[in-house]
């Protein structure tokens, strides 16, 4: 038996289930009949359909043959819709917001073979409108649709035909297309075709065909298309950077997401992309903000890609074909968008075909590839393109770069880099040196420093580097270059560059200059050694020449040496640079100098060689310097000369102590040069010369001994120079001086025996007997056993002239004192005052056989002068004649 109180519940449900029947059925029936007067009336829709159903009870609703459209289009404030749907199914649809908040809200939307224009609601300010969307699907489902969206402005935003979707918690408003998404969801399936979409007034996207199977879109036909021309966007986006055109066969995605402001997708692949960029001259605003969404790729790929990048004058930048790039796990934020690298990934890989890139010189590549591993780049080529950029060009050719990387990462907003080895095979052309210096300073502010490569290996290489026409050639070069340390200058002009360790050959190298042509065979350099083979400077110009070339004094060289060998350590390319020899050593050194002094003096100082030294701006020093069975030559003309005088010195030794520049700590600046010689190919000169790099007032001493000297060896010299000879002997010459820039003094002693000379004619070079004469009267022949030092002293340097000239001076002085004293200007003065008078005793001879003629022919004549011009005519013949004979 029942109990009443179950009796009244089943009673009430019974009740309540009939209330609810009835009003399910009352509903029907006013929704039949009232609900799209109710709609009007109370939304901004004008609805229409020929069916409809509604359970109350769950909310569910189903409609069949609706039309749509607003009661205002003029009404941006809401999302418009116009069109028809062929069935519509609502699921727990949101009664009471409907009806007392007019809020149409559900959980899930099926539109079956929708054909609807939609107009996206005005952005609102969501700061101060805090205005509910009046319609709100969470989960979307379009079968066999047609569906154009529309911003308020009723510019085309989105467009597609024959779609069928699904969409998991769909979230659309022009709020989030202008600041951040156009959508966002959390699932999807997607199928479509002739899709269109335009985000900006700058690019439409159109794809032919988009299908969604188990979580993976496909896209058929992809083209990014500029809707303005190159000219009208530089106008209108004064401030964007670039303009891209874009085709792409077809791409594959997995898993797209859009949530929370974040795009998220797996294995994107790109099939045969073509991508055109065109770039501007524009200057971006320094301030960059940061994107509003993020973006996380598991796998990117492109394959097959064409890829060109244009100058704003429409040449190519960039041109690569068969271009493969995998990028694993990028990640693209808010805060990577603002650093020097915009992306982050775990790995990637690139090759590509054809690679051209132009600047001031076009650059091309056979073929790329490149990973965080390793990298392998084939037959290169550079080639000048614009000769008057004033940088530093190339045209140069090489089969192979490739290199093995320890590190490539980003951490800190900074690259890091560590670089295992390099190998650069096979190099061919000329690098030209930029005449042109860069004010801009370098921007390394997304490396991490130091950058380390570990080794660089350069193989059977031919590199010429010019400058100012000055080309220096290595052949057959092979080097290595260990634990290189690169960091940025203090004062961000450039790269600074330490490197532990080197080794450089070459089987000859060559450098021209504009007089000269230097060559070699064998070159070896490395961090502790050097040497040089067959190392020759050889003039390109005739003597003739070079004196026409020339605008003032300059000696010409021709110089060959048999080898150069250095040891010790040095550093050539770091910035504290220093070069510190303990042994260098030229060997069979022959070297011609040949100076002409039919050019004008050079005005400027000729600094002495402590204070040459002292200007060398990095430290140097060389324990011991040997010059070693050599040849030196010296030859001068002058106008009045007849050919060059030559002074030779042969099986030439010497050896420097101490040679440096003074700024190499704990090292002695006391420079100590030795010199043993042949002097004319006859007689010992031995020679000890010092100074002081470091002493300011520049002073030096140079004291020697020449021995055994026959005069005539001196006659190659002033033969052509002074048109004397000489004979005799200088037994013995000692000389000890001390000097400064203002002169030089000190002491000085010659022994000699039978010491005469001859003057010859300039140009017929025979002897002139009577000069010959007189001039020997002032010449002590012999200066006995012992001769006495003489003191040179006040001897002043002329500052535009050579060390050796000064050094010339004092022995000139030297000599003047030893040969008894008679300064030898004076003496010289003598002999031309000689010549004179023979020429006036000619010259009166010549008057007396004219007069002795004229009386012979004429004698009565000749009787009528009178006796006085007779007397005074051969008083003037006596007169010369005496004259003569005194001098």
Known sequence: MKKPWVKKLLKGLG???????????????????????????????????????????????????ITVNNKNPQNTSVIGFQGTIDTLKISRFGIYDAIFNKVISSNDLLLAKPNLNIILAKPKDIKTDKEQN??????????????????????????????????????????????????????????GKDVFFQSADIYTINVNKITTTNGQVSVDGFYLKPIIDFGQFIKKYPKKKQLIAATIQKMDFKDVLLKDNKVSLK????????????????????????????????????????????????????????????????????????????????DFSFSGKEIEYSNHQDIKAESIVLNPQKGDIRNISIVPNDSKSGKTTMDL???????????????????????????????????????????????????????????????????????????????????????????????????????????????????????????SGLLELNKNNVRIDRFAMKPLVSRAQFIRMIPVEKDLYDLEVNQITAKGNWDLFSESKFIHATNMTISSANANIFRSKIPEDDPKEKLLYSRLLRSIKIPMFVDQLHLKNSTLEYEEDTPKSSGPGKLTFTNFNMNVKNLTSGRMKGKPTQVDIKIDCTFMKTSLLSVNWGFDVADQSDRFTIGGKLSNIPAVALNAFVVPYMSITATGTIQEMLFNFKGNPKGIGGTFNMKH???????????????????????????????????????????????????????????????????????????????????????????????????????????????????????????????????????
């Open 267 to 346: 294995n994107a692949v790109f099939q045969n992309p073509d991508i055109v960029i065109y770039t501007t001259n524009a200057i971006p605003d320094k301030v960059k903000k940061p994107v509003g969404f993020e973006l996380d790729l598991e796998d990117f790929k492109f394959n097959n890609a064409t890829l060109q990048v244009n100058k704003p004058n429409g040449n190519k930048l960039l041109f690569a074909k068969n271009v493969n790039l995998n990028i694993k796990n990028i990640e693209f934020s808010k805060e990577t968008s603002v650093e020097k690298i915009p992306l982050r990934y775990k």
């Open 15 to 65: 009740i309540l289930f009939g209330i609810i029947l009835l009003a399910n059925f009352g509903l029907n029936i006013w929704l039949k009949t009232q609900l799209p007067d109710y709609i009007k009336k109370n939304t901004n829709y004008k609805v229409s359909y020929k069916s409809l159903s509604v359970d109350l009870g769950t909310g569910n609703i189903l409609a069949t043959g």
């Open 134 to 191: 009046p319609i709100s699907f969470e989960n979307i489902k379009i079968s066999n649709g047609t569906i154009q969206v529309f911003k308020h402005t009723k510019q085309k935003l989105l467009a597609v035909n024959d779609l069928d979707l699904f969409v998991e918690n769909l979230q659309l408003t022009e709020e989030t297309l202008e600041s951040k998404l156009p959508v966002t969801f959390d699932r999807y399936s997607i199928k």
């Open 753 to 887: 025996k039978d010491l005469k000379i001859s003057i010859l004619d300039k140009k017929s070079k025979e002897k002139k007997g009577v000069l010959s004469a007189v001039a020997n009267i002032f010449i002590k022949t012999d200066s006995g056993k012992f001769p006495e030092f003489v003191v040179v002293e006040d001897v002043e340097r002329d500052p535009t002239k050579s060390f050796f000239n000064l050094f010339w001076k004092g022995i000139e002085d030297g000599l003047k004192k030893t040969l008894i004293g008679i300064d030898i200007g004076k003496t010289k003065k003598t002999v031309e005052d000689a010549k004179a008078t023979v020429k006036d005793v000619k010259s009166s001879v010549k008057d007396v056989k004219n007069n002795i003629s004229k009386a012979i022919s004429n004698p009565k004549k000749e009787n009528e002068k009178k006796p006085e011009e007779k007397k005074g005519l051969l008083k003037k013949i006596f007169n010369k004649k005496e004259k003569t004979e005194t001098q």
């Open 397 to 519: 050719k090489a089969s192979q770069i490739v290199f093995n990387i320890n590190k490539w990462e980003v951490a800190d907003k900074k690259l890091n880099l560590d670089i295992k080895d390099v190998l650069v095979n096979q190099v061919d052309g000329t690098i030209y040196a930029g005449t042109v210096k860069s004010d801009k300073k370098s921007d390394f502010s997304g490396i991490q420093f130091p950058v380390l490569v570990r080794n660089v290996t350069l193989k059977n290489s031919n590199i010429t580097y010019d400058k100012e026409n000055q080309p220096l050639t290595l052949n057959n070069l092979n080097a290595s270059f260990k634990n290189i340390e690169l960091n940025g200058k203090s004062d961000n002009s450039g790269l600074a560059i330490k490197v532990k360790d080197y080794t450089m050959t070459a089987k000859n190298f060559a450098y021209k200059t504009k007089f000269y042509n230097m060559t």
